[in-house]
């Protein structure tokens, strides 16, 4: 599973806990995310986000 992390807030994408609170089951991977998904905190869309090593 990987982590995914929002290049503007800081906010953290991991695949392995997902984001229950939005709706977003644990396992969910990045790719199964509608492209319209938006970070939680700041509202940036995906294209905003940055996998992290």
């Known amino acids: 599973m990987k982590k995914y992390v929002c290049d503007i807030c800081g906010y953290i994408y991991d695949e392995a806990t997902g984001d229950p609170d939005n709706g ?30």
């Open 24 to 53: 977003i089951a644990a396992g969910t991977k990045w790719e199964a995310l509608p492209d319209d998904f938006v970070c939680p905190l700041c509202g940036v869309g995906k294209d905003s986000f940055s996998e992290q090593a």
